[in-house]
């Protein structure tokens, strides 16, 4: 088995079922042919978009890895914060992976986790997923002591500026966070 043939990013347990040995995949590691981005977790240099490491790494981890809050703004461009760590949500009673640099961890709600969730192929055999531009909003709204309220006004005047994009369908979606939908829906009075 060659490098190659392995998953962009994977895990020990992944590498184990292809056919490697725990020995053969730490010689790997030593001839820099692979990376360690967590505890257990491992990436093909250069296959995966630098935005998506993390991304990518979590959900060889954990499936239900979802971009969200201020990188998943980011990465719709409705914000200019550069987050010094990537966010990602997990299903609330779900165990965070641990080793990893760089993450902020975020435990969502179990029955409003999938809302919003869309998966995008970042690289040959890679598909992540990323809470939608309008979900990624209402979580700013919602989380806002945390976000701060600048980076969640900020992204819904820039998401109001797209084509297409319409408050009614936000607000909607936010029927299912009643704290956000009463401060989204004042924001929109005032801007619209």
Do not use: N
């Not at 990188?71 to 550069?82: K, N, Q």
């Not at 975020?106 to 992540?128: I, K, M, N, Y």
């Not at 797209?162 to 401060?183: I, N, Q």
């Amino acid at each position: 088995m060659t490098v190659v043939d392995l998953a962009p990013a994977f895990t020990l347990e992944q590498a184990r079922a292809a056919g490697l040995r725990k020995d053969e995949v730490y010689d790997l590691l030593a001839a820099e042919e692979i990376e360690r981005v967590g505890r257990g977790v491992y990436l093909r240099p250069g296959v995966i978009d630098e935005r998506f490491v993390s991304l990518a790494a979590a959900t060889a981890v954990r499936s239900e890895a979802t971009l969200c809050l201020t990188s998943a703004l980011a990465h719709h461009d409705l914000t200019d914060v550069i987050p010094f760590g990537t966010d990602i949500a997990l299903p609330r009673g779900t165990r965070h992976p641990a080793g990893f640099d760089h993450v902020t961890w975020h435990s969502f709600a179990t029955d409003t986790f999938a809302l919003g969730r869309e998966t995008h192929q970042v690289a040959p055999g890679v598909t992540v997923a990323i809470y939608s531009p309008e979900r990624a909003i209402i979580d700013c709204f919602r989380l806002m002591h945390h976000e701060g309220s600048e980076t969640a006004h900020e992204a819904l005047r820039r998401w109001l500026r797209h084509t297409g994009s319409t408050p009614a369908r936000l607000l909607r979606m936010a029927d299912a966070f009643p704290r956000a939908k009463l401060r989204l829906r004042l924001a929109l009075e005032v801007l619209l």
